[in-house]
């Protein structure tokens, strides 16, 4: 893969819609994981671990440079095995979800400009989401099944319990708004971008807020 297009610029109209949406959808997994303080003292325990094994074994560049310097080595381990499961987009005539779209890479982008605590839900959500397979496939990680287990782990989790379904949810929106805000994605979905640009709408910004006194009053 080029490195290059790892470090394509971000697009602000879409990257900020998209990152609200991931925030919200990321935060609104605080209260699942505050209702099981077993599992949240786990998560944290193993995230600790986690992170300190990835300062000395993360994913660096031949030039030292981290590729992902927003997401441990595990962390992006998963998300790319979980973008291939989602979206094979391929099959279907569009850009690879994988090698073509830097969708890790622009999730690695919209973790930097995460909120701490929101950043810390999100490496909750994919400890939780590697590890959750060990006991119903044969003690086996997410990122080690082979495709056919892994479609029936996440289809599983998308018909679990309300934890599990709202573990998938919050990284099945990570993943999908992370690939679809690249715009070699939008013919696919017959989108051509802003209408404001093809139709030549004049931008004028944010207005202002109604001044009362300026309000016509009604008369006798």
């Known amino acids: 893969m080029n490195n290059n297009n790892l470090r394509a610029p971000r697009r602000s109209g879409v990257s900020v819609a998209g990152a609200s949406a991931v925030e919200q959808s990321v935060a609104g997994l605080g209260p699942l994981l505050s209702r099981r303080s077993v599992l949240r003292a786990g998560l944290l325990a193993g995230m600790a671990i986690s992170s300190g094994c990835a300062t000395l074994t993360g994913r660096r560049a ?8 927003h997401l441990t080595a595990e962390e992006a381990r998963v998300l790319t095995r979980l973008t291939a499961i989602l979206l094979p987009t391929e099959q279907f005539g569009l850009p690879s979800s994988t090698n073509e779209v830097p969708t890790v890479a622009n999730i690695n982008d919209m973790a930097g400009d995460m909120s701490a605590q929101t950043r810390d839900l999100m490496g909750m959500a994919l400890w939780a989401f590697e590890r959750r397979p060990m006991a119903s496939f044969r003690f086996s990680r997410f990122s080690r099944l082979d495709d056919e287990e892994a479609l029936r782990y996440v289809q599983a989790l998308q018909a679990g319990t309300f934890f599990e379904r709202g573990l998938i949810t919050t990284l099945h929106t990570v993943v ?6 690249d715009s070699r ?3 696919g979905l017959d989108y051509h971008g802003p209408v404001t640009g093809i139709w030549g709408v004049r931008r004028l910004g944010n207005a202002p807020m109604p001044n009362g006194s300026s309000t016509t009053q009604p008369t006798a």
């Open 185 to 187: 994605t939008w013919p």
């Open 176 to 181: 999908c708004v992370n690939y679809w805000r």
């Open 62 to 69: 031949l030039d030292g440079e981290a590729v992902y310097p």
